[in-house]
């Protein structure tokens, strides 16, 4: 199947030429009670970031989803697990989410 899609594209197919196809980007999301936000402080999670940190042949970035900004305290150690190449996002950002809104408050 591959192979017949190389065959007929005009361009250089990129995992032919050892280019990254996929991003580099982890995903993470964290929903917290609004009222009572808890902080993410799993240890897991963190060490996950450290072990994709560790594979030197690609540059990681994580993004942290939550419906609490402020329960995404990225600490300077948290920066550094990263490599500086973390953010945080609200999920109201992401479009058509209006429709489960009162699920999630």
């Known amino acids: ?3 017949s899609y190389n065959e007929k594209t005009i361009f ?3 995992h032919l030429k050892n280019e990254t ?8 999301i964290w929903l917290t009670d609004p009222k009572n936000p808890r902080v993410l402080d799993k240890e897991n999670v963190w060490n996950f970031v450290k072990q994709m940190q560790a594979d030197k042949s690609a540059d ?3 993004i942290f989803w939550t419906n609490h900004l402020q329960s995404i305290k990225l600490s300077k150690e948290m920066w550094e ?7 945080s ?4 950002d992401l479009p058509d989410l209006d429709e489960i809104k009162p699920t999630l408050d």
């Open 60 to 62: 990681w970035k994580h």
């Open 81 to 87: 697990i990263c490599n500086y190449n973390c953010e």
């Open 89 to 92: 996002r609200s999920i109201w």
């Open 12 to 14: 250089p197919a990129k």
């Open 1 to 3: 199947m591959l192979r």
């Open 21 to 28: 196809i996929i991003p580099h980007i982890t995903h993470h």
